[in-house]
């Protein structure tokens, strides 16, 4: 398939951790094929690994996602006598992700095979973020997300991938609504992309 080609609603994005083995910053996947492979074949959450190559887990329920991309590094100057500012390139600022979720406590308990299970490990792993209009028509629960022509590939799509860490996960009850939470991810590469399958 290709890139998204009209305008529409993401209704369908998603977020997923390649989950089968911990990054290395000396030693990142080199090229979009390379990321691509890690996310191959999905693990529900809650279940233990296959020990096919290359698992992820997507995190679902999603409620809002952030902004995507590189932000700006730009830094206002005064400048005397002048009616507006300068602008000037400032320090590049490593950038967070905040995903806002409809939360369920099962998904994110801290115990083996559950995302809990990865918040504030310190370790490095893969994200893959896919902006979908439509739902992938994959034929198998495993296939169905994968960065395959059989999987996100059967849909028009754009992928971002990056390194990064689950840093963060704050709860908020609430009294009217259902519960919510926000994981904070921090990126620690570069992101790659937009890709299509």
């Keep these: 398939m290709t890139h998204i080609s009209s305008i529409g ?3 369908y994005s998603d977020l997923a951790i390649a989950v089968d083995a911990e990054l290395n910053l000396g030693s990142l996947p080199v090229d979009e094929a390379a990321w691509k492979a890690l996310f191959a074949s999905e693990v529900a959450v809650g279940s233990a ?3 096919t190559p290359n698992e992820f887990r997507r995190i679902v329920n999603v409620r809002e996602f952030p902004q995507m991309g590189v932000p ?3 830094v206002n ?3 005397y006598g002048s009616k507006t500012s300068r602008q000037i390139q400032g320090q590049a600022d490593s950038p967070s992700f905040e995903v806002t979720l409809n939360f369920v406590p099962l998904h994110w308990q801290d115990a083996a095979n ?3 299970d990865l918040v504030g490990d310190g370790k490095l792993w893969a994200f893959r973020f896919t902006l979908l209009n439509a739902e992938p028509t994959g034929s198998t629960f495993a296939t169905k997300y994968a960065s395959t022509a059989g999987g996100i590939g059967t849909v028009q799509n754009s992928q971002y991938y990056w390194g990064g860490k689950l840093e963060a996960l704050q709860v908020n009850p609430q009294l ?3 519960n919510t939470a926000v994981i904070t991810i921090s990126i620690q590469t570069d992101f790659l992309g937009a890709y299509t399958i």
Aim: glycine share 16%.
């Design 9 to 11: 609603a993401g209704l």
């Design 77 to 79: 100057v005064p400048n």
């Design 72 to 74: 700006p590094n730009i």
């Design 176 to 178: 009217t609504d259902s």
């Design 114 to 116: 559950y995302l809990g």
């Design 49 to 51: 690994l296959t020990g």
